[in-house]
């Protein structure tokens, strides 16, 4: 019993410090990013009034150290992240960057959670009927309609959506955001489409794991022992081989919120929902390069932490699963 | 529909074929053989015909594109601004004017090459990098295999919208901007690419034949890409037809978001951004691009699964 659980923090211990490179790989590629730009890095950090006047332009350059090597800048600019959790100022607005992304960065959780929740309500009842009832007219819709789900892109969907259930029926809003804590009712009214849309593509994707992994499962032989002992066929499927099949289908769902932390730039523009991801448009819309850096950084480091922390998870909650 | 009842011949024992030099015929009609076959199960598979079939409409419209297009896609036309579906226009016009039937078919064309050429551009980054990684295995393969994981571990969308970023801030014409573009589509799919290709290989080197090519003493470079990988390229051709459809989803978000091409460029996603003003008068605007895109990606996907239902029949289930 000793000899697992200090494996099992060898390998919590191994995969969290196998995040560093990866970490500091994709800080990289982000400081690279703004040195990619044509024209001087000063012209892309700084607003055009103060990069125009050679004095200041001299300072600033001095302040932000690109008049030292490369190698130099990137240590300084990473030291001024790690340690003080400064991004510097937008050129837009001028406001302090790191506050402004984590004033918005609660928006984004609440959208992606509630977009992963949608689609598991959707995925998990339909991914189950469609593998016990296979080979039946219900399996084939779901199988195709879930092939359909996941070649609409959401934008379009976002965009049908608010189409026919905002302007045609005027049932829901197409935009703006209220905090839950707030009021919760109208922030459920105005999450309802943003979420749909992005959900239902997920869905889709998550309905054809939910009846792959069901199918596997079903073939195994504890369900024929199960059967033969005269259990209910209700009470095989629905108590022990869901709740088997759905481990393959949580993780996704983990990932897929990982992913979604990048993923709502679109959505978010659509319904001009207060989160990183319309930040992260509007910053690039209007050329605010260190804006883009640090939200692009944030959602990265979120995207990447929480797949750790799914892939941790699924580890220890499967003994079944080697520790590799 | 009439199911057809002579099944194709079935492939000739290759055991004698192994041992004499292959020619160029010979191979010819091995390929034939194996085409046969395998547009026979296609044509088994109602989906994945279903599948094929719009992703011939999709290109034929594509390379047809300048004589089934009734307009100049880019010529404004102020006298017949935001009109709806007509004989004339069977799309209707958006705010310039402009003939959408012409757009989306133009836009087809974009999408087609943009995507092609960035499945293209993965491969042929990816697939000798994973063949040579699990080729040679060892340390070579656990460094590689590193920097994909790590590679891996970036959320594609961002890395999207960096290069696009970067793309955008150089102010390329039309014809730079649209490589730049394939690169970094087709950049992005390199570790995919190189992971699968790995993967086959790591487990098609262990088999006999390659050992006794190994003592018959053909060189490493003839062993890896002229007999392993031929081996290997069922998933591959899965994958790059799936891919397909996702990039062009990723190049109508992009374009969506104002980073694909420069304005007046016919375009699925940035057409439909523009729809977006017009939404509560003319939501026709908005449907067309749409449909376009969602057929596109519908196509490849219906037929990317049907290739794997033939290809790999393991995995037919999944």
Redesign the interface.
């Known amino acids: 019993m000793k000899g697992k659980d200090t494996d099992v923090l060898k390998y919590t211990i191994y995969r969290v410090l196998q995040l560093i490179p990866v970490w500091l790989l994709l800080s990289m590629v982000v400081f690279a990013m703004v040195h990619a730009l044509p024209g001087d890095a000063i012209d892309a950090l700084v607003p055009a009034d103060a990069a125009s006047n050679p004095a200041t332009r001299a300072a600033l350059e001095k302040e932000l150290g690109l008049d030292k090597p490369i190698y130099v800048q990137y240590a300084k600019w990473l030291g001024r992240i790690v340690l003080h959790g400064d991004f510097g100022r937008s050129i837009t607005t001028r406001r302090t960057i790191s506050v402004e992304i984590f004033q918005r960065l609660p928006a984004t959780i609440y959208l992606a959670t509630t977009a992963v929740c949608v689609s598991l309500l959707i995925a998990i009842p339909l991914g189950t009927i469609a593998a016990v009832k296979r080979r039946t007219a219900v399996d084939y819709t779901a199988t195709a309609s879930s092939l359909l789900g996941v070649s609409i892109p959401e934008f379009w969907l976002a965009i049908l959506c608010i189409l026919f259930f905002a302007l045609y029926l005027g049932w829901l809003p197409a935009s703006e955001y209220y905090s839950p804590f707030d009021n919760f009712r109208l922030s459920l009214l105005h999450m309802v489409l943003p979420a749909g849309s992005l959900g239902v593509r997920l869905a889709a994707i998550t309905t054809r794991l939910t009846r792959s992994s069901m199918l596997d499962e079903i073939r195994k032989e504890y369900v024929d022992t199960a059967r033969s002992l005269g259990l209910p066929e209700r009470r095989v499927i629905y108590k022990y081989t869901l709740r088997n099949a759905l481990i393959p289908t949580v993780t996704i769902a983990g990932l897929q919120f990982a992913r979604l932390l990048g993923g709502t730039v679109v959505v978010e523009t659509i319904f001009s929902w207060p989160g990183v991801g319309l930040t992260l448009y509007e910053a690039i819309m209007g050329r605010d390069y260190p804006m883009i850096q640090a939200a692009i950084l944030i959602l990265a480091t979120g995207f990447v932490v929480v797949n750790l922390l799914v892939d941790l998870s699924y580890r220890l909650l499967n003994p079944r699963i080697r520790l590799a | 529909m009439a199911k057809a009842t002579v099944p194709p011949t079935p492939l000739t024992p290759l055991g004698l074929d192994d041992f004499t030099e292959p020619t160029l015929v010979r191979r010819w009609a091995r390929f034939w053989h194996l085409l046969r076959n395998a547009a026979w199960e296609l044509w088994r598979n109602r989906?994945a015909t279903m599948g094929a079939v719009m992703v011939l409409i999709l290109f034929l419209v594509a390379l047809l594109a300048p004589f089934i297009a009734r307009y100049d896609p880019v010529k404004q036309n102020y006298r017949e601004m935001l009109q709806g579906p007509s004989a004339a226009h069977y799309f209707g016009t958006d705010k310039f004017g402009r003939d959408i039937w012409s757009r989306v078919v133009w836009g087809a064309q974009r999408s087609v090459i943009i995507s092609l050429l960035a499945v293209m551009v993965g491969m042929l980054c990816g697939v000798p990098l994973g063949t040579i990684s699990g080729f040679y295995g060892g340390k070579l393969d656990a460094v590689l295999m590193?920097v994909v994981?790590?590679w891996l571990?970036?959320?594609g969308?961002?890395?999207y919208?960096?290069a696009a970023?970067?793309i955008?801030?150089?102010k390329l014409s039309l014809f730079w901007n649209t490589v730049g573009l394939i690169i970094a589509l087709g950049v992005a799919q390199t570790p995919a690419m190189a992971r699968l290709v790995r993967g086959s290989v790591l487990a098609e080197r262990e088999k006999e034949y390659v050992e006794a090519s190994h003592v018959v003493g053909e060189g490493h470079f003839y062993i890896a890409f002229r007999q392993i990988l031929p081996n290997c390229l069922s998933p591959l051709i899965i994958q790059a037809t799936i891919s397909l459809?996702v990039e062009m989803?990723v190049l109508?978000?992009l374009s969506?978001?104002?980073?694909g091409a420069p304005p007046p460029t016919p375009d699925w996603g940035a057409d439909?951004n523009l729809?977006?003003e017009h939404?509560?008068t003319l939501?026709y605007l908005?449907?067309f691009p749409?449909l376009a895109?969602?057929f596109a990606?519908?196509g490849f996907?219906?037929f990317g699964?049907g290739l794997r239902d033939i290809l790999d029949p393991r995995l037919a289930?999944?």
């Not at chain 2, 969506?256 to 980073?259: A, V």
């Open positions: 989906l590193r994981d790590a571990a970036f959320p969308i961002l890395f919208l960096i970023t970067i955008q801030a150089y459809g989803l109508a978000a969506f978001l104002g980073l439909l729809a977006r939404m509560e939501p908005a449907i749409g895109i969602s990606v519908l996907n219906l699964d289930e999944s």
